[in-house]
């Protein structure tokens, strides 16, 4: 994917432009609410009073698969999402412009606050919610538009982990990457393609369903939306688990709230350790934010998880 100009000063000098050109409105207020690892997220008060989100990428062809997985996961869930009001490319820009959904990411610490009644209702809203995706099913795994394997294993194994094991090893070969954590990888690796392989069932999953991206009204904490979605696919179901632990996701429970509604296998807590460290050491090679606790957890998450391994074999 090409590398595009997402910069704060590129992006507020082309917006009102594009939003008069694709929406026939002028753009009042434009106000920066939030940063991903992939793009910047703009609030926009249009001249009719509207409000609307804008999402500039820094790398071209997000805008698309973002909006296909809005579209598909919005009409598999009953959470709100947001709705894709258009699109818009050039050789130096992608931006997706949706509705602006009301209330605050869970990342914000004053939600740590709330009693733990308060929290367990929210973990079970949520997960309510993530499961409707996860009873959606298809015959083969892969991507949303051309799911194409028979098995995950193969799949993960083929799409994720030996190119990122690859591009992580060039870059602690070049000094940008922890050896002791590309040798924790590969030590991971081999117990994972040792684990008997589950018979999993290709389901709809989020992908990136951490606390940054489940919306809550900040008085009643009570769930308003999910939102930004990233590598929705046809997956084994574990494969979305991991996200609800990142961060400060086990705070809320979500994680353990999943598995008391769901039957989970008994390696799940390794394979869910294993996707995770994977995930956040794989961010380098695209260009995403890193940030280093995030990453540093998840690590020691995959370490206590192996330890437990080792232990009872």
Not at 69 to 91: A, C, G, H
Not at 150 to 167: F, H, T
Not at 204 to 229: E, G, Q, R
Request: aromatic share 12%; with cysteine; charged share 25%.
């Amino acid at each position: 994917m090409k590398i595009l100009d997402n910069s704060d000063r590129h992006l507020r000098a082309i917006l009102p432009g594009i939003i008069f050109e694709k929406l026939n409105m002028k753009a009042v207020k434009i106000k920066f609410i939030a940063g991903g690892s992939y793009g910047r997220v703009y609030k926009v008060l249009l001249s009719d009073g509207e409000m609307i989100a804008v999402k500039g990428y820094k790398l071209q062809g997000m805008q698309h698969e973002e909006a296909q997985q809005l579209s598909f996961l919005s009409k598999n869930t009953s959470v709100r999402m947001p709705e894709v009001l258009f699109i818009y490319e050039d050789d130096k820009t992608a931006i997706l412009a949706m509705t602006f959904v009301e209330g605050h990411n869970v990342l914000n610490p004053a939600f740590l606050l709330k009693s733990k009644s308060q929290k367990q209702s929210f973990a079970d809203e949520v997960i309510s919610g993530m499961l409707q995706w996860h009873s959606v099913t298809n015959n083969k795994f892969g991507t949303l538009a051309e799911p194409a394997y028979d098995s995950w294993r193969e799949y993960y194994k083929n799409e994720k982990q030996e190119p990122w094991l690859r591009g992580l090893k060039e870059l602690s070969d070049n000094g940008n990457f922890s050896k002791k954590k590309l040798q924790l990888l590969y030590e991971a690796t081999e117990i994972f393609n040792s684990l008997p392989e589950e018979n999993a069932t290709p389901v709809l999953i989020h992908a990136d369903l951490n606390i940054m991206n489940i919306m809550a009204d900040p008085k009643t904490f009570k769930l308003v939306a999910f939102i930004d979605p990233c590598g929705s696919m046809w997956a084994d179901r574990e494969y979305d688990l991991f996200q609800l632990r990142n961060m400060w996701g086990d705070a809320f429970g979500l994680y353990e709230t999943y598995k008391r509604k769901h039957k989970v296998s008994e390696l799940t807590d390794f394979r869910v350790a294993y996707y995770g460290a994977m995930l956040e050491a794989a961010m380098r090679l695209k260009g995403g934010h890193i940030v280093p606790l995030w990453e540093d957890l998840n690590f020691i998450r995959l370490k206590k998880e192996m330890k437990k391994l080792k232990e009872k074999h």
